[in-house]
């Protein structure tokens, strides 16, 4: 989830609203530092079941911003998105305009006063199944930023429009392509021309680190905590723990995915050697063991939940990265199919040269798991199951 670190500054492991039986409120949101700045904060997203904070998740007690969308969103659910592949519309607009729409009236508003603002607008709809859909909002985009640029709206913001991943499930991510996909999600960051006049140190520090330094979500909330007038202060005074650098400061051309706090299997710092077949390769067959058995573990508290055997090794290449010396290990990326499933999980294994069990650093469910998991209820646990009643 890269979006917890962008908006806390921690860890997953750190929240409190990531548990299970417990909400959200208490997380230390970046818009709630810009609250106590005497900002106005919106928070709007565009679907009730696939929130943020609510997909598989108990959301909040109290409102989290000063303007939020949820009720919207509660209040047309039956008749938008019944599928995540279609219907993501509501009346004459796709649910993307209806939030884009929001966010302009925001600005607009405010722009007549003297109150500053910070919004986070996060859509999923139209992006979510099928990579074909996301043209359908070129046009709108296009216009929106258009608009804002041409009223002056933007001659007081730092704009910041990314995505959270990329495309993660389906044919695409079983690919390479699809691991940069998961691994390299989009970032853009335009700041004000009288901003760029006053801050030149910084913002060529921005331009150095966006073009070839190595980021991740950590670096971005400590970004916003410098926009953010005496947040910082604010921050550490309650326990916040820098594991970022602010991009407005140079980044070290060598950091390593460690001291980025970006995990072995999301670390983007390698290049792959290409293994001629992988089904028959001793090193991926060790691997993909490895996956499986970690899978089990994973789920073997749940009852429901199938116990799985590698079915084939749909895809396999070995990881040169210059942060791990190769004398002791291997690190390689492996595609497994398992059976009694339907399910593919793409992983990345560490295979050492001293005959330790080889240890697996992270796994992706590449394939859609629909309903096939609707026997558990935790929402990482859903990746890694299928219930013994789909089978």
């Known amino acids: 989830m890269n979006l917890y670190p962008f908006l806390t500054g921690r860890n997953i492991s750190e929240g409190v609203g990531i548990e299970f039986d417990k909400k959200f409120d208490d997380d230390p949101l970046i818009w709630k530092y810009f609250h106590q700045a005497g900002y106005s904060t919106a928070f709007y997203e565009d679907y009730k079941m696939g929130g943020l904070f609510h997909w598989l998740k108990k959301g909040f007690m109290a409102k989290p911003a000063d303007h939020y969308s949820r009720p919207f969103s509660c209040a047309v659910e039956k008749t938008v998105a019944s599928s995540w592949a279609s219907d993501f519309c509501y009346l004459d607009k796709g649910v993307h305009q209806w939030v884009g729409d929001w966010t302009k009236s925001y600005v607009r508003a405010y722009a007549k006063t003297k109150i500053p603002t910070f919004g986070f607008v996060f859509t999923t709809l139209i992006t979510h199944e099928y990579t074909n859909m996301l043209g359908q909002g070129d046009t709108y985009y296009y216009e929106f930023f258009k608009e804002l ?3 002056s709206l933007l001659n007081n913001t730092v704009m910041i429009f990314y995505s959270d991943h990329g495309y993660r499930y389906g044919g695409l991510r079983a690919t390479q392509l699809g691991q940069y ?3 390299l999600p989009m970032m853009n960051i335009v700041l004000p021309d009288w901003f760029k006049q006053k801050y030149p140190k910084e913002t060529s520090n921005l331009r150095l680190n966006g073009a070839n330094r190595l980021t991740s979500p950590f670096d971005m909330h400590r970004t916003l905590l410098d926009l953010c ?12 723990r820098e594991y970022g650098r602010s991009l407005f400061d140079p980044i070290n051309e060598d950091r390593t995915c460690l001291e980025a706090g970006i995990p072995n299997h999301f670390c983007g710092c390698k290049h792959t050697l290409d293994i001629s077949n992988p089904a ?3 090193h991926l067959q060790i691997a993909a063991q490895a996956v499986v058995d970690k899978l089990n573990d994973i789920t073997k508290t749940h009852r429901h939940c199938v116990r799985y055997k590698v079915k084939s090794i749909t895809y396999g290449v070995k990881n040169v990265r210059h942060d791990i010396p190769p004398s002791q290990l291997d690190e390689y990326v492996v595609n497994v199919a398992v059976t009694p499933s339907t399910a593919e999980f793409s992983a990345t294994v560490h295979i050492f040269k001293d005959g ?5 650093q992270g796994i992706s469910r590449v394939s859609l798991y629909g309903n096939t998991a609707d026997c558990v209820s935790d929402f990482e646990l859903r990746l890694y199951c299928t219930c013994d009643d789909k089978i």
Do not use: Q
């Not at 005496?230 to 326990?239: E, I, N, P, V, Y």
């Open 356 to 360: 330790r069990s080889p240890a697996v």
């Open 149 to 151: 640029a041409r009223d």
């Open 181 to 183: 996909e998961e691994n």
């Open 229 to 240: 007038p005496g947040c910082l202060k604010k921050a550490k005074s309650a326990g916040f």
């Open 280 to 282: 028959s390769d001793k």
